[in-house]
Nanobody, 122 residues
Framework: QVQLVESGGGLVQAGGSLRLSCVAS????????MGWFRQAPGKEREFVAS????????SYADSVKGRFTISRDNAKNAVYLQMISLKPEDTAVYYC???????????????WGQGTQVTVSS
């Protein structure tokens, strides 16, 4: 079992930046693909970004390309999401998740954190 805990969310003005962190416990994330998803009020949860176990391969939703960067530190059992140029439409609960294969499909992810709220004011 892998337990995931996100942090770093908060309230930020449009154009601002935030860095989300996700720390794993229970098992090493070394063999896991890690992903970030988000769910805005009244909307379906959607894929944001993923990163391969080595960090050599990343994937992003079109809506965040060029603004968000996913990274990982396997030694710290952690994955990060650096977000810049934030927009009000980025407001959502952001979830960290783990899976065994590269995927943007949430059903492919086995472990989930509880989420952290990001609110971007205009």
């Amino acid at each position: 079992q892998v337990q995931l805990v996100e942090s770093g969310g908060g309230l930020v003005q449009a154009g601002g930046s935030l860095r989300l962190s996700c720390v794993a416990s229970g098992r090493s994330i070394y063999n896991y693909v890690m992903g970030w998803f988000r769910q805005a009020p009244g909307k379906e949860r959607e894929f944001v970004a993923s990163i391969s176990w080595s960090g050599s391969s990343t994937s992003y939703a079109d809506s965040v390309k060029g603004r968000f960067t996913i990274s990982r530190d396997n030694a710290k059992n952690a994955v990060y999401l650096q977000m810049i140029s934030l927009k009000p439409e980025d407001t959502a609960v952001y979830y960290c998740a783990a899976t065994f294969r590269l995927s943007s499909r949430q059903n492919d992810y086995n472990y989930w954190g509880q989420g952290t709220q990001v609110t971007v004011s205009s």
